[in-house]
């Protein structure tokens, strides 16, 4: 199955949000840059995910003509730092992602039908989160309370605003 996307949507508050304010902060122009272009890979490589190693942080430093390696990896250590991108995902599978990235996914997908997130990547629907209904438990009721409000607060006259037939020009 094709999981690449051929563009993705960037929200017009992108430079307003705290996250990417304080990697601006602490990396300037370039940790914009970076950012925009780990969105770039993720939606164009995998769809979701972007596999995370040496040799991406190598390609993306060769690309962007930084002067080194590190200075991505640093970038991409704070943005896993300000929650840009899952950091638990990050350390357990290698793989930049997060629940924004892939609710995109899902958005930009929507007409090619059903869309798979593998599920242990999956930040927007975690099975093992979901609770079991028993059916031997007793449902829980809520009990009902009448309001009475008293008739003198509700007006259901509407009388018509007067307006002078010309307004002061002065």
């Known amino acids: 199955k094709n999981r690449l996307l051929y563009y993705f949507p960037l929200d017009v508050d992108f430079m307003r949000n705290r996250k990417v304010r304080r990697i601006n902060r602490k990396h300037g122009a370039l940790g914009i840059i970076v950012i925009i272009e780990l969105y770039s890979r993720i939606y164009h490589e995998n769809g979701y995910y972007l596999s995370w190693d040496e040799d991406t942080c190598f390609d993306i430093y060769e690309e962007l003509n930084t002067e080194n390696p590190e200075q991505i990896q640093a970038i991409v250590d704070s943005c896993l730092q300000v929650g840009l991108f899952h950091a638990a995902l990050y350390e357990a599978q290698h793989v930049l992602t997060s629940n924004g990235v892939q609710r995109r996914y899902k958005a930009c997908c929507a007409r090619r039908g059903s869309v798979q997130i593998?599920?242990?990547?999956?930040?927007?629907?975690?099975?093992?989160?979901?609770?079991?209904?028993?059916?031997t438990e007793a449902p829980v009721q809520a009990s009902e309370k009448t309001v009475e409000v008293p008739a003198t607060s509700i007006s259901t006259e509407i009388s018509p605003m007067e307006m002078p037939e010309s307004f002061p020009t002065e």
Request: aromatic content about 0%.
């Open 118 to 135: 593998s599920p242990e990547l999956n930040l927007i629907e975690c099975p093992q989160e979901k609770k079991e209904v028993n059916p």
